[in-house]
T-cell receptor
Framework: DSGVTQTPKHLITATGQRVTLRCSPR?????VYWYQQSLDQGLQFLIQ???????AKGNILERFSAQQFPDLHSELNLSSLELGDSALYFC??????????????FGPGTRLTVL | AQSVTQLGSHVSVSEGALVLLRCNYS??????LFWYVQYPNQGLQLLLK??????LVKGINGFEAEFKKSETSFHLTKPSAHMSDAAEYFC???????????FGAGTRLFVKA
């Protein structure tokens, strides 16, 4: 158990819909990262937050957005869903430092299926 | 731009045999290099990382990797495979300038009894 929690574990929805994925980092960690893992694209970095502020952006679509709240939990919002958005979405946390040598601890993931 | 290439999407070894998973990277600045393992239906777990200093890095579960700048490689090895090592392994690169971690496509390790 990494100490990172993600909810829900599974999510099934229809095209065009909007969903929210939730992540709670390990106690004391200030950074939260979101990743998408799919068969065709592999593991892709989406976005990172540090202590509530956006820190880095990767291959995140404009239909996707994220935020980190004062209690440090984070949400990833996916809208206008397409079949190709079906994937495993991982959250990771690290910290409390700001360097990217810090070990990232991954949650168990949310499996999103878009029908 | 940074990139990671993992040679071989699937590697099969016999129990007790040497495990060698290959990773080559591309980076215009000194890289930070990582190996992660993913067991079925689980998130990724850090095996080891290289940032600076000693180029031979020891990790968990008996794995180690050597940073070879001249070969731009960071291959993962374990002297003797165990059935429990069967998983997917990801090599990743980052650096001091930014906060993005780039992952390779992964290598699935099969261990035969």
């Amino acid at each position: 158990d990494s100490g990172v929690t993600q909810t829900p574990k599974h999510l099934i929805t229809a095209t065009g819909q909007r969903v929210t994925l939730r992540c709670s980092p390990r106690s004391g960690d200030l950074s939260v990262y979101w990743y998408q893992q799919s068969l065709d694209q592999g593991l892709q970095f989406l976005i990172q937050y540090y202590n509530g502020e956006e820190r880095a952006k990767g291959n995140i679509l404009e239909r996707f957005s994220a935020q980190q709240f004062p209690d440090l939990h984070s949400e990833l919002n996916l809208s206008s869903l397409e079949l190709g958005d079906s994937a495993l979405y991982f959250c990771a946390s690290s910290g409390p430092g700001q360097t990217n040598t810090d070990t990232q601890y991954f949650g168990p993931g949310t499996r999103l299926t878009v029908l | 731009a940074q990139s990671v290439t993992q040679l071989g999407s699937h590697v099969s070894v016999s129990e007790g045999a040497l495990v060698l998973l290959r990773c080559n990277y591309s980076s215009s600045v000194p890289p930070y290099l990582f190996w992660y393992v993913q067991y079925p239906n689980q998130g990724l777990q850090l095996l080891l990382k290289y940032t600076t200093g000693a180029t031979l890095v020891k990790g968990i579960n008996g794995f180690e990797a050597e940073f070879k700048k001249s070969e731009t490689s960071f291959h993962l090895t374990k002297p003797s495979a165990h059935m429990s090592d069967a998983a997917e392994y990801f090599c990743a690169v980052s650096d001091f300038r930014g906060f993005k971690t780039i992952f390779g496509a992964g290598t699935r390790l099969f261990v035969k009894a």
